[in-house]
């Protein structure tokens, strides 16, 4: 199938579906200057073994290696913008064409964009807690406290460790996960876009949909299953869908 025939049918199962849902991935941010996790030859585990670079263990192992590794990092997503992707998401919202986004990602562009009813199932960077009283700050407190020369940074309410609000791995699962995993009950199309679906257990909710639609530069393990797979950049498909759409974003 040609890739304009596929725009042309993913626009024709959108418009029947009446129950449409998004899972998002690292892919669909790399258009606002964010690395993926697994591209071959740029995704930021082939430079850094995931286990030790933001596993719950490594925290607690060495707290002040593990931010050393990982804040640079976050805190340069503070200063990306959403990508037409994430545009294209929040306006089908708006219009009605989806009735929400369960994401992967942590770089809140979501809901930057627009988007307003979003599952964060690996959590955020706009708030951290304390890992003893849980107590919690906005994520400022805990940047800037590294970047001043405090590492680990500490809570001021009991001197505990601080934590980023995002799904660690080791970590339990966050409400959003099972609160996703309840609104996909009787989707009808859901629209993969940016992830490998490699990362259980998100990598399983494809099966809670009778449709399934791929947008993901490379292979998935459930593109054999999906109605339509496109193995573009998510800026464009989303683009010339808005287009097949007849609408605006």
Request: glycine share 6%; proline share 5%.
């Amino acid at each position: 199938m040609e890739y304009a025939e596929k725009i042309s049918r993913f626009a024709n199962i959108l418009k029947k579906s009446t129950r449409t849902f998004f899972i998002t991935g690292a892919g669909i941010s790399t258009e606002s200057g964010i690395p993926d996790y697994r591209s071959p030859g740029s995704g930021v585990w082939e430079k850094v073994d995931p286990v030790k670079a933001s596993s719950l263990s490594s925290l607690r192992k060495d707290p002040a290696e593990f931010y050393s590794i990982n804040l640079e990092r976050w805190i340069a997503y503070e200063n990306c913008e959403p990508n037409i992707a994430h545009e294209v998401i929040a306006n089908l919202e708006k219009l009605g064409y989806i009735m929400g986004t369960i994401t992967q990602n942590i770089d809140s562009l979501h809901k930057k964009a627009g988007s307003e009813r979003v599952w964060e199932v690996h959590g955020h960077l706009r708030t951290c807690r304390c890992m003893k009283c849980e107590n919690r700050y906005d994520f400022f407190v805990l940047s800037d406290q590294v970047k001043n020369g405090n590492n680990p940074p500490l809570c001021s309410n009991c001197g505990g460790i601080l934590r980023p609000d995002v799904v660690l791995f080791e970590d339990r699962l966050n409400e959003d996960f099972f609160k996703a995993s309840q609104v996909l009950s009787g989707c009808q199309l859901l629209i993969v876009a940016g992830s490998s679906l490699t990362v259980y257990p998100v990598a399983g909710l494809p099966e809670l949909s009778r449709s399934l639609v791929i947008i993901n530069k490379t292979p998935t393990p459930w593109d054999d299953q999906a109605e339509i797979v496109i193995n573009k950049a998510s800026g464009q498909v989303f683009s010339d869908l808005m287009e097949e759409l007849g609408e605006s974003y």
